[in-house]
């Protein structure tokens, strides 16, 4: 038992809900459901924080939106969407208000759009996903996340179907008294191909707001999935995010992630890699300022044989920010062939700022690879005495010294508008 016991979601509640969103009956039970569950489940507990420390209950109301055209969006999600977007959600608040798929791609058989729709008109696809990769019974943050969820995205590319350009969500929370928790579910059929890109801000919340987040992907054999995601709530925002791809038989995922909160911040990013031939990539930069509490941890589980994982993370402290950062990589008895390699490092830049990098193997089995690579310090000094001599004012070498360790992620990001836009982030959080 947790010592929570009185939940921040309560069965009467999910019911009002529901029938004000006139959601699908079996919809509504698998909330109920996880409700039930609850109480008798206990937090996650990443490495080296304690989350029954933090604010988990500012789950506020469920409010419906009405749709709106992409020019009277808000001014915070415009900033963030290509111009001319032809495949786009926008999620504000507790629901979406924008959804635009191109008529080629619909014609392809690609299905784009929120959630709660996707439940209704597309029952049987997503009954058969939904819940797979992050399980409602893990713990109680993914119950009440199960309980509450909204909005959301849905997107199915078919059978061999192989998308160019990337498909794109943006979730933005500007009222405090707003339930904000959408849930992401991804399944790419057999071969096909798909990128998708979304970014998740908030603007002139006047209170605390919980973002408790899943993100499924579910790619079966051969399929190709790029999932890009840059996070940059303010202070208000506590964010709790659970990101898992399950991977089949020569499978892979690329994660590109930006976790530019000002927040507290405890974020989970996981491949399962279940077939054989099948790999994972993970990018993660990270920049933590004030007083923040960060946890970052970015996992791989190998189960197929021949099956290759690499993580990445770069993370820069300033100020009075504390960051654990974890790399697991687990190869279980079977898995032979398997490749997990992995790499963390942080900057820290001032006496105050912290970082703990924590690379974790946990091997069962003989015939495999696996490396780990960790380094905390602070810029190097010879660096910025070499780029002085130069003519370079020590402020300039020292911003030189910083975009250089977090560029060749940044570079990574398959929309331009969304990487000037976390270059911006990037200056804003440095200070600069």
């Known amino acids: 038992m947790t010592l929570q016991t009185i939940l921040p979601v309560q069965a009467a509640q999910?019911?009002?809900?529901?029938?004000?969103?006139?959601?699908?009956?079996?919809?509504?039970?698998?909330?109920?459901?996880?409700?039930?569950?609850?109480p008798s489940l206990e937090l996650p507990k990443p490495e080296?924080?304690?989350?029954?420390?933090?604010?988990?209950?500012?789950?506020?109301?469920?409010?419906?939106a009405e749709a709106v055209g992409q020019g009277t969006l808000p001014a915070a999600a415009k900033d963030l969407i290509d111009e001319g977007a032809h495949n786009l959600i926008v999620q504000l608040n507790s629901g979406v208000v924008h959804t635009?798929?191109?008529?080629?791609?619909?014609?392809?058989?690609?299905?784009f759009t929120d959630l709660e729709t996707a439940t209704r008109e597309h029952e049987d696809l997503v009954k058969k996903h939904f819940g797979s990769a992050v399980k409602p019974g893990e713990h109680q943050v993914s119950a009440l996340h199960y309980a509450a969820?909204?909005?959301?995205?849905?997107?199915?590319?078919?059978?061999?179907?192989?998308?160019e350009a990337p498909l794109q969500a943006v979730f933005l929370s500007d009222d405090a008294s707003a339930s904000f928790a959408p849930h992401i579910l991804i399944v790419a059929d057999t071969n096909s191909r798909v990128t998708y890109v979304d970014s998740y801000v908030s603007a002139g919340l006047a209170g605390e707001v919980l973002h408790n987040g899943v993100v499924e992907v579910i790619a079966l054999?051969?399929?190709?999935?790029?999932?890009?995601?840059?996070?940059?709530?303010?202070?208000?925002v506590t964010d709790i995010s659970f990101r898992r791809a399950l991977l089949s038989n020569d499978s892979s995922i690329e994660w590109i992630v930006g976790e530019m909160n000002d927040g507290?911040?405890?974020?989970?990013?996981?491949?399962?890699?279940?077939?054989?031939?099948?790999?994972?990539?993970?990018k993660i930069i990270a920049i933590g300022s004030g007083s923040q509490k960060l946890n970052y941890t970015t996992r791989a589980v190998h189960f197929g044989k021949s099956?290759?994982?690499?993580?990445?993370?770069?993370?820069?402290?300033r100020e009075e920010a504390q960051a654990i950062i974890n790399g697991i990589t687990k190869i279980e008895h079977g898995a032979t062939k398997a490749n997990g390699q992995q790499a963390e490092k942080v900057l820290m830049l001032s006496p105050a700022a912290r970082g703990d990098a924590n690379p974790i193997l946990l091997i069962d089995e003989d015939d495999v690879?696996?490396?780990?690579?960790?380094?905390?310090?602070?810029?190097?000094?010879?660096?910025?005495?070499?780029?002085?001599?130069?003519?370079?004012?020590?402020?300039e070498a020292e911003r030189l010294i910083i975009y250089g360790f977090l560029a060749p992620i940044i570079a990574e990001i398959p929309l331009e508008l969304l990487r000037t836009r976390l270059q911006r982030v990037v200056e804003r959080k440095l200070g600069q």
């Open 307 to 317: 099956s290759e994982s690499d993580m990445f993370t770069r993370a820069v402290m």
């Open 369 to 395: 690879m696996a490396g780990h690579a960790a380094s905390v310090g602070k810029v190097n000094p010879e660096q910025i005495y070499y780029l002085m001599s130069r003519g370079i004012s020590k402020p």
């Open 149 to 163: 969820w909204n909005g959301g995205v849905f997107l199915y590319v078919p059978k061999n179907v192989e998308l």
């Open 48 to 64: 080296k924080t304690k989350l029954d420390r933090w604010n988990l209950s500012a789950y506020g109301t469920f409010k419906a």
């Open 221 to 236: 054999d051969g399929a190709k999935v790029q999932y890009a995601t840059v996070h940059q709530f303010g202070k208000e």
């Open 100 to 111: 635009v798929l191109s008529e080629e791609l619909s014609a392809q058989g690609v299905i």
């Open 14 to 38: 999910i019911k009002e809900w529901a029938e004000a969103r006139g959601e699908a009956a079996w919809v509504t039970e698998h909330r109920l459901q996880a409700l039930e569950a609850a």
């Open 264 to 282: 507290d911040t405890a974020t989970d990013t996981a491949t399962v890699l279940n077939g054989s031939g099948t790999n994972s990539d993970a």
